[in-house]
């Protein structure tokens, strides 16, 4: 008896050991490549569009494709859907690592996305089978943990395997990451599946991904081809006819992808823009901070990977002090107040222009670390707290799916919006014209300041960063207002929780007495 009860906790914790994993690779394959761009960039060249979709691909896809990816691992069996997902992740891994291409670098990172979405869907709901009660809590910990772990010190890891190995050598380490996770799984994780999972609501999916494709490339291209020309008007146009599609979908089906009605919680409708908020104020910046450090300020992929740490670190401590405190403090006030935090951490990055010596970008960067880490460790909670009971499930794939394609669309509208704002700073220096300007304000905005110079040869290297750094600066201040609004606009929707009796054990949303 007490043999088997040994053997099935081995066995379960090798099951947890494969799904977290698992679940680094997924920060590691968002914060590596970002750090990796100018390498890439270096050797594969590429439009600015093209490296764009180095990591909007990734986070396009696996977006897109998370609720139904948890459909089919209800219906063909969670095991079944994590060990074709870690297979597709190690295969297009290993590929991305030989590819000679930015095109097809960029298609196999969509591959690796999609591969993501079903490893991530199926192991969660693969662990719920695996575990309950206090159990159960202690596991969804440590996956969250293995989540920070991979955004706090993805971008060191990064750095230093790419200036050791090369941009190539990133990906075969987390091939390997991941491959490990898939042997350890076929062995040790049982077969489940919802024998009530309904059919696969597969126009819902092709309609949602699609209008997101449109949008973020709308968003991506425009910068190159001007907001009013033909291309741009067209994209926008079929994603919002898509968008329309998608709910006149949902609406008529008998098993929604997406339940509409739980919008009518102000609640609920708070919890997605909670999931939204960090995209603008800490994501966009996973990806932007490594481009100015190695592009424009000079620093190593080592040395860039090194300050990120200071960005991400309170990942690691912060979100369980934060699950703590809500035990006292009303959800979401603890919120707000760290949404409040990253903003003054973003005014104060702002006054940081390039050429400071990096002991001056590190306090900012560790106060927005620490603000956005507050929010963080509430949020999956909330996202199930708010709703009723039977409703929990899709509330957790709604909110996983807006977090995750929120962040794909913020960083295509933070991209767009800094090569706005360098184009604007480039027409302010006497003797640019706009056409100069137009070419060269997209290649700046990606921190390729090189490339930049030859397209404006009047200008000197400095006077091109001084640039960029008036751009990002402007950047810093819409982020923080956007920031600002957000918390604002969440302890609105927050003080009208679902009620009781619709809930079960929902985290004190917010004392309004107080």
Not at 390 to 410: D, L, W
Request: glycine share 8%.
């Amino acid at each position: 008896m007490n043999t088997n009860l040994a053997e099935t906790s081995a066995r379960r914790a090798l099951v947890l050991a494969a799904v977290c994993l698992a679940a680094l690779c997924m920060p590691l394959s968002f914060t590596g490549p970002a750090i990796a761009i100018p390498a890439i960039a270096a050797e594969l060249h590429g439009s600015p569009l093209a490296l764009a979709w180095i990591s909007n691909a990734f986070m396009l896809s696996f977006g897109g494709c998370l609720m139904v990816a948890g459909t089919l691992a209800d219906r063909y069996g969670r095991k079944r859907v994590f060990l074709m997902g870690m297979s597709l992740f190690g295969a297009a891994t290993l590929s991305l690592a030989v590819a000679p291409s930015i095109l097809l670098l960029d298609v196999l990172r969509a591959v690796q996305g999609l591969a993501c979405a079903m490893a991530l869907s199926s192991g969660l709901a693969a662990l719920a089978q695996e575990f309950d009660g206090s159990s159960r809590a202690r596991a969804f910990s440590l996956i969250g943990t293995a989540f920070g772990a991979g955004l706090a010190f993805g971008p060191f890891l990064a750095g230093s395997v790419i200036d050791h190995g090369g941009w190539r050598s990133l990906f075969l380490i987390t091939a390997a990451a991941g491959l490990t996770a898939l042997l350890i799984a076929a062995r040790t994780m049982n077969e489940s599946r919802d024998p009530q999972a309904g059919n696969v609501d597969w126009a819902g999916a092709l309609s949602f991904t699609s209008a997101l494709s449109l949008f973020t490339y709308a968003l991506l291209q425009a910068p190159h081809s001007g907001w009013s020309s033909p291309a741009s008007l067209g994209l926008l146009s079929g994603a919002a006819l898509l968008l329309i599609s998608f709910v006149a979908i949902e609406r008529r089906s008998a098993r929604p992808m997406l339940d509409l009605s739980l919008f009518r919680l102000p609640a609920f409708a708070g919890v997605q823009l909670l999931a939204a908020a960090p995209a603008f104020s800490f994501v966009v910046l996973l990806v932007l901070l490594p481009a100015r450090l190695i592009g424009i300020e000079g620093y190593t992929s080592f040395q860039a990977g090194g300050m990120m740490v200071a960005l991400s670190a309170p990942m690691l401590v912060l979100p369980m002090l934060a699950s703590l405190a809500a035990q006292r403090i009303s959800a979401a006030h603890i919120c707000c107040s760290g949404l409040l935090l990253t903003a003054a951490g973003l005014l104060w990055l702002s006054q940081c222009a390039p050429g400071l010596p990096a002991t001056s970008l590190l306090p900012p960067l560790l106060l927005i670390g620490c603000g956005i880490s507050l929010p963080w460790g509430l949020m999956d909670g909330l996202a199930v707290s708010v709703v009723p009971t039977e409703r929990a499930g899709m509330a957790a794939g709604i909110f996983n799916t807006t977090r995750v394609a929120g962040e794909g669309i913020a960083l295509a509208i933070v991209s767009a919006m800094l090569a706005a704002l360098a184009l604007a700073a480039l027409l302010s220096v006497p003797g640019i014209d706009m056409q100069q300007a137009t070419l060269a304000a997209p290649f700046l905005a990606i921190g390729e300041l090189q490339h930049a110079g030859t397209l404006l040869p009047q200008l000197d290297l400095a006077a091109l960063a001084q640039a960029y750094g008036t751009a990002f600066r402007h950047l810093l201040y819409v982020l923080a207002a956007i920031t600002i609004a957000s918390s604002l606009l969440l302890l609105a929707f927050l003080r009208h929780p679902a009620s009781a009796d619709e809930t079960a054990a929902p985290l004190p949303v917010c004392d309004t007495s107080s």
